[in-house]
């Protein structure tokens, strides 16, 4: 079960894989057994489950060149990419499958795909494996999976994960920036609700948190058309950032409403 995010960039091991179509992202968590890592294509949430590729083929390695927590030392990046690539290539001279993320924990790495038909894909990958990369012991997870749970219950991030990684694009830029976030500034946030009278609800307790109301206004032809632009002076690193912004989602819903992100100013 996944249990608790600690980090979501996970570079190496996904340098290959971002020449696949789709929007690509990644995050480490932490399961039963360790930390594991997570690559998916966050676009397939758009068309999932695809009754087209009705079967889960997922193909990989057990690998020895692993840290004490079960992931890839530096040095092994390179031969699993090659790996990776290798099996993305075999199969798609099969088919057409789509590439829905890779797994990797407790030295065992997995790319996830969608398929028409498994029929002779194990093998085939077997064999690849032995001629190609035989210090490597192949790893398969294969099933019948309709409603693409893999994917949107295992490979898909939570909510809470999202808004992790939505927070850290933001922090990654103000670094990018020169920014080294370690000065409270102005923080701009912004939330939508379906009523006036949920607005207010959040209204209140936002004053009570010393939060200054910026704007109110009635954005027509949404379903949360009373939109709220909100203000604080806070910390805007990742820690401090990812804290106050869940905070704000979950207060967000008592008033039946929804948070819809932040920006700052780069400060040097």
């Not at 010393?210 to 032809?221: M, T």
């Not at 910390?235 to 819809?260: F, H, M, P, Q, V």
């Amino acid at each position: 079960m996944k249990r608790i995010l600690f980090s979501v960039i996970f570079t190496l091991l996904i340098q290959s894989l971002f020449s696949q179509s789709g929007e690509w992202n990644t995050y480490l968590a932490r399961y039963e057994k360790g930390p594991g890592s997570t690559l998916v294509n966050m676009s397939l949430v758009k068309t999932a489950p695809d009754q087209q590729y009705p079967y889960l083929f997922a193909a990989g390695v057990q690998f020895r060149n692993c840290t004490a927590e079960g992931l890839p030392a530096p040095l092994a990046f390179n031969t699993l990419n090659k790996i990776s690539d290798s099996v993305v290539a075999l199969l798609n001279r099969s088919g057409k499958p789509v590439l829905a993320g890779t797994f990797t924990y407790q030295c065992e790495r997995k790319d996830y795909f969608y398929v028409t038909d498994t029929t002779g894909l194990r093998e085939a990958v077997t064999g690849l494996l032995a001629r190609q990369f035989p210090g490597y012991r192949p790893a398969f997870l294969v099933k019948e999976d309709r409603s693409w749970d893999a994917y949107l219950r295992f490979l898909y991030p939570n909510e809470e994960t999202r808004e992790y990684m939505s927070n850290q694009k933001v922090v990654m830029q103000l670094q990018k920036a020169g920014d080294k976030l370690d000065q409270p500034r102005l923080v701009d946030h912004w939330l939508y609700f379906k009523t006036e009278t949920d607005r207010e609800c959040f209204v209140y307790t936002a004053v009570s948190k010393k939060f200054k109301i910026e704007l109110k206004e009635i954005v027509a032809g949404q379903a949360l058309p009373y939109k709220l632009h909100i203000s604080r002076t806070d910390r805007a690193d990742l820690r401090s950032i990812n804290t106050l912004t869940n905070w704000l989602k979950e207060e967000a819903k008592k008033c039946k409403g929804e948070y819809d992100g932040w920006e700052t100013v780069v400060i040097k």
